[in-house]
Structure formats: structure tokens, C-alpha cells
């Protein structure tokens, strides 16, 4: 498992005349290290099938594996067995249960364990904290760091991560630097990468690009390539193409992603010979397009979808929904938002382009599936594009329901026509 052969250790596994809580351990918490979430919980399932008891260091990783997925439902379950087993809280397990709710996008059940647990450890004061960050609550996330500092609770390097984090996403540029000199001046911790990666975030955010751009300048060590992309990011959204090819110069090896921001960048300043000239240069160099993936979980199924899907059972029922959908929407006054869409196209297929994206077949099929006043829980492995973003808001007025949708980035709650980002992500 630890150099991901995953098969030969299931085999392994399987061959095994007698397993014990540690076999089983072993193979679960080696699913959850290779990413492969799903086969975890299938497997917590025959442990206990098998009238194998789990212990502590099984919920551990069955709550990492919960909180990677997404899915609210193997949560209450996975909560619901550890309660039925008797299961005593550590100071992991109470983190790991702060972080599954909070990466469900249960943000209030997290808030409530956290008032129920011990916190006289650092690391569940972190993960509320790190919650409050992704779900855009930066001033409960100051609030809780004050509240530590009462409880006489040292906040270590991963706190401040999670303080930057949460100033990053609600553009809270004072509170940030404040709490960035804070580090050495009060706790005497040195900043580290990832520290200087959260101010050049919250910078970028605010559209303080040149002091983004002064701090890694500053910086005592050599900036990463998360620096230069948070950099490139920024960029992308202001509009900069100049800084936006410093950036790129100093990204080593680059992705997809980097590609596609920098082509973005063009596109916005409708440079579109410069946006072409990226494009032939992923062909060359044999790169794609990360594809947007989503997926939503009902009666205990994930459910995945990719930009452009029709691989699903009832793909035809799916389709129907959203084309119902987009008219409706336009009816309310949506118009694409096209102008990201990196083709030099007619705005007719830039529209099509835009309609099949992978978020949009998930809520879907949330909405064929689900009742009337039921929230709905979509998971994306990208970052939400301007274009989704708006479109969902409309829905969520239109169908009265609330939609959560979990990005690479944070969580976004769409209700009444609002969504609790405030359109700053």
C-alpha cells in the first residue's frame, strides 16, 4: 500500500487465511493513502460483516477517507458506528470528525462536536479553524483564535495556515497581515512556504498583485510552484498577462492548469492570437486539459459526471432536467458568462460548451432524484467557473432549495439567489 500497489496488497489481502482489527487496518488505511475512498468504506463494511471490531486507528482512516469524498451520508454513518462501538475520543479522532463534517459541508455539526470535545490539543482547535477557512466563515475562524487564546491553547504553524487561509477567502487583508506578523513577533514561528503562499493568496485575492509579487520577492526561501501559481491565478482574474508570464517563467514544470490559466488570461484581454499560441503549445508538449469531474452522492451511491457526460444510466432523464433548467434560467435573465470559454468561437458554441459542464449534470441529476426542500451536495474537483457559479445562484432562487457545492478551492452555499462566498472565491 505505502508505494501504491494497491492490487498486489488487496491480493495479499484476500489470501489471508486470518485477519485481524490490524490486517484490516492496514488495508483500509492503505485505500485511503492511494486516494481510493470508496474501496475504504467497502472494505469497513466487511470488517464489520465479518464480526471484526475496529479500534481507533480504523475510524482515523475511515473519517479521512469520509472527509476526502465528501459524502454527508457515509458520514452520519461512519459517526453512528464509532458512537455504537463505544469508540473514546482522542484528540485525532476529534479532529478527523471536525474535518469529515466540515469537508461534507456540515459546517454547524462540526461546530457542535468542536463545543462537545476536549480541546486541550492544538489539532482540533486547527481543524475547526481549517473548517471555518473553507467555508468562508474568516471571522468565526478569527473568533475561534481568540477564543484558543483564552483557553491558553499555543497555536503552532498550522493554525496560522488555517488564520491566512481564512482572511484569503474573505479578502480580509489587515487581519492578515496583522496575523502574519504576529507569528514571530508573539509565538516567535517562522514563516514557511505555505505561510507565504496564503499572504500571496490573499493578496492576489484582493487584487493586490504587486504586493503580492513584493512578497515573494522577499521571501528568505525559494517560492514553490503553489506561490507562482496562486500568482498566476490572480492574474488570470485581474486580467495581467505581463505578470501572469513572470509567473510562468518561473514554474518549472508545467501542468495543464497553468496552460489553461495563462490561455484564460489571454482570452480575458481577447489576446486571442497569444491564447492559440498556449494551446499549440500543450499539443506540442502532449498535454491536456485537466477535464472538470463531479459527482453527488444518493442513498449511499457517488454518482460522478464529466464535462459533457451521457455515460450515466438514465443519462436521457438527466439531459431533459437540464435543458428545462437552462431555458428557465434564461427566462430569469442569465446570460453565459462566454468571454471564458478559451475558443474564438461563435458565442453560440461557447454557450453549448458551457452547458455540459460537469457541476451542471450533477445538480441535475440531484434535482431529478431528490424531493422538493431537499439540499442538495455536489463535490468538483476544479475550481467553479464564473459561469456555473452565476447559473446555480439563479437556480437556487428559482427552486427555492439549497445547493452545496464543494470546489478544489472552498465551499460554496447557494440559497435565495445568494451564494455565502459573496462571489469573492
Keep these: 500500500m505505502r508505494i501504491g500497489e494497491c492490487n498486489f496488497a488487496k491480493k495479499v489481502f484476500d489470501k489471508m487465511p486470518t485477519r485481524d482489527t490490524v490486517t484490516w487496518n492496514s488495508v483500509i488505511g492503505g485505500c485511503v493513502q492511494n486516494a481510493r475512498f470508496e474501496e475504504a468504506l467497502t472494505f469497513f463494511r466487511e470488517m464489520l460483516s465479518a464480526n471484526v471490531e475496529p479500534d481507533a486507528f480504523t475510524f482515523a482512516s475511515i473519517l479521512t477517507g469520509c472527509a476526502r469524498l465528501g459524502a454527508l451520508n457515509h458520514a452520519h454513518w461512519v459517526h453512528d458506528q464509532m458512537i455504537q462501538k463505544k469508540i473514546e475520543l482522542n484528540f485525532i479522532l476529534s479532529s478527523a470528525l471536525l474535518d469529515m463534517y466540515s469537508k461534507c459541508g456540515a459546517i454547524q455539526t462540526a461546530k457542535q462536536v468542536f463545543e462537545s470535545v476536549r480541546r486541550d490539543d492544538v489539532s482540533v482547535w486547527n481543524a475547526m479553524i481549517h473548517g471555518l477557512a473553507i467555508h468562508g466563515l474568516g471571522l468565526d475562524a478569527i473568533a475561534i483564535f481568540s477564543k484558543m487564546e483564552d483557553e491558553h491553547v499555543l497555536p503552532d504553524s498550522i493554525t496560522f495556515i488555517g488564520i491566512l487561509t481564512a482572511c484569503s477567502h474573505c479578502g480580509l487583508v489587515e487581519q492578515g497581515r496583522k496575523y502574519f506578523d504576529l507569528m514571530t513577533s508573539c509565538y516567535s514561528i517562522q514563516p514557511q512556504l505555505q505561510h507565504y503562499g496564503a499572504m500571496v493568496d490573499l493578496l492576489g485575492r484582493v487584487g493586490l498583485l504587486e504586493d503580492a509579487h513584493a512578497i515573494i520577492d522577499s521571501m528568505p526561501m525559494e517560492p514553490d510552484i503553489v506561490i507562482w501559481r496562486a500568482l498566476l491565478s490572480a ?10 508570464e513572470v509567473a510562468i517563467a518561473n514554474i518549472s514544470r508545467l501542468g495543464s492548469g497553468d496552460y489553461v490559466l495563462l490561455s484564460n488570461i489571454y482570452c480575458s484581454v481577447k489576446r486571442w492570437d497569444s491564447a492559440e499560441r498556449v494551446r499549440e503549445m500543450m499539443k506540442k508538449t502532449g498535454i491536456r486539459k485537466n477535464r472538470g ?13 464529466k464535462a459533457g457526460d451521457r455515460s450515466h444510466p438514465e443519462t436521457e432523464a438527466i439531459y431533459k432536467v437540464l435543458e428545462g433548467l437552462i431555458q428557465r434560467i434564461k427566462l430569469e435573465g442569465f446570460t453565459p458568462v462566454t468571454g471564458l470559454v478559451l475558443m474564438d468561437v461563435s458565442e453560440e458554441e461557447k454557450e453549448e460548451n458551457l452547458n455540459c459542464h460537469s457541476e ?4 441535475a441529476y440531484g434535482l431529478l432524484k431528490t424531493s422538493p426542500g431537499t439540499d442538495i451536495r455536489v463535490s468538483k474537483n476544479l475550481r467553479i467557473c ?23 478551492i472552498r465551499f460554496h452555499r447557494f440559497e435565495d439567489g445568494l451564494c455565502s462566498c459573496g462571489d469573492y472565491w
Excluded: M, Q
Aim: hydrophobic content about 40%; some cysteine; proline content about 2%.
Design 293 to 305: 469531474k463531479s459527482w453527488v452522492e444518493f442513498k449511499g451511491v457517488i454518482h460522478r459526471f
Design 386 to 408: 464564473n459561469d456555473c457559479h452565476y447559473w446555480i445562484k439563479l437556480v437556487s432562487k428559482v427552486l427555492g432549495r439549497v445547493i452545496i457545492v464543494r470546489d478544489r
Design 235 to 244: 492574474c488570470r482574474t485581474y486580467g495581467k498577462p505581463e505578470l501572469g
Design 360 to 363: 451542471k449534470l450533477a445538480l
